[in-house]
């Protein structure tokens, strides 16, 4: 199936198939659509979920200033996210549903506060 999409990152409208993941956050499980941006490769993730105020672990990409870092905001998946973009642009990469996700230990991420 094909949906039109508003890319997050390059904000740019696409069409798009979607994957839907499942996550599971100890003892709920989310859903999600994945729309992978036709132009600029981002991935869309479409929270389905019902929203509760928690815990979300950004992390931040190669070459990007606070590479090797991770933020913690408090809140709604979308309105994090949000957040994010003001706080730091476009210059992050990825919204995980907590630091075991983000592979905060495995990667030795430090928290940027
Ligand atoms: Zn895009």
Same mark, same amino acid.
């Given at each position: ?10 904000? =740019? ?16 499980? $989310?859903?999600?659509?994945? $729309? ?27 070459? /990007? =200033? @606070?590479?090797? @870092?991770? @933020? ?8 994090? =996210? ?12 990825? /919204? $995980? ?12 991420? =430090?928290?940027?506060?």
């Amino acid at each position: 199936m094909t949906d039109a999409c508003f890319c997050a990152r390059c904000h =740019k409208n696409f069409h798009s198939d979607y994957i839907v993941r499942y996550i599971s956050d100890d003892d709920v499980v $989310y859903t999600e659509r994945d $729309y992978i941006c036709t132009y600029c490769g981002y991935v869309n993730s479409v929270y389905e979920g019902e929203e509760e105020a928690k815990d979300w672990c950004f992390t931040f990409g190669f070459g /990007q =200033k @606070h590479e090797g @870092h991770y @933020h913690i905001i408090r809140g709604g998946r979308e309105q994090t =996210k949000k957040i994010m973009f003001e706080r730091f642009g476009n210059k992050w990469g990825f /919204q $995980y549903s907590s630091t075991e996700a983000a592979g905060v230990k495995r990667y030795g991420l =430090k928290e940027l506060k």
